[in-house]
């Protein structure tokens, strides 16, 4: 289809072990962000980016996260050592203006044991 | 720092009639504000947004109040359907700067 596609839809991984969350943004959207929303809890901005270059990171709870956008396209959010409260579904979004109207993916749901 | 506020996790509404969901704000200028509504399993959808110079922005059913003096955001669905059943998140940004702060959520349940 032609909206944001995220992969895996679901991830069970053991603490400590290192994940990779994938984004693909609507066909020429220059902006892309991460969100989470662990349960319960709203949606907890995460990074941003605008082309290949993250002018907000200011989210990112620790330095075991890290993302990055190749060809101002597709993004990867890279979590290692995950732990437990690391468990949450990372949502990607993408737009085309600064209107704040963006375009979601479905998420993709981490829990870590 | 620049929040918002949804006070209400829950809110259950009888079919046909009107459902208000209210997000308070700080430190607002120059804001944009908007409304996403998320069904469970699924990514947010945006609804409908209003600028910092506006106090009302209708679409369809829906409708956006914004109290600058209170600073005070509602959103008013009218008639409401089973449909509208999701949970609803008030948001902002800035002009020129492109993220979005999310409030926690409403739970809207109506009821047929």
């Known amino acids: 289809g032609a909206g944001v596609s995220q992969s895996p839809s679901n991830k069970v991984t053991e603490k400590g072990k290192d994940v990779e969350l994938r984004c693909d943004p609507i066909s020429g959207h220059t902006a892309l962000y991460w969100y989470r929303q662990s349960l319960g809890q709203g949606l907890e901005f995460l990074i941003y980016?605008?082309?290949?270059?993250?002018?907000?990171k200011s989210g990112l709870p620790s330095d075991r996260f890290s993302a990055e956008r190749t060809g101002g396209s597709v993004s990867t959010l890279t979590i290692q050592r995950t732990q437990q409260e690391d468990s949450a579904v990372y949502l990607c979004?993408?737009?085309?203006?600064?209107?704040?109207?963006?375009?979601f993916g479905e998420g993709s749901r981490l829990t870590v044991l | 720092d620049q929040q918002v506020k949804q006070n209400s996790p829950s809110l259950s509404v009888q079919e046909g009639r009107i459902s208000i969901l209210n997000c308070d704000y700080t430190?607002?200028?120059?804001?944009?504000f908007l409304w996403y509504k998320k069904y469970p399993a699924e990514g947010p959808t945006f609804l409908i947004s209003?600028?910092?110079?506006?106090d009302k922005n209708e679409d369809g059913r829906f409708t956006v109040f914004l109290n600058k003096s209170a600073k005070h955001l509602s959103l008013h669905i009218v008639p409401s359907q089973p449909g509208d059943s999701a949970v609803y998140f008030c948001a902002r940004t800035n002009f020129g700067n492109e993220k979005l702060t999310f409030g926690t959520g409403t739970r809207l349940t109506i009821i047929p």
């Open positions: 980016f605008q082309g290949n270059s993250a002018p907000d």
């Open positions: 430190n607002s200028m120059f804001d944009y």
């Open positions: 979004a993408s737009s085309h203006d600064n209107t704040g109207e963006l375009f």
């Open positions: 209003i600028s910092s110079i506006k």
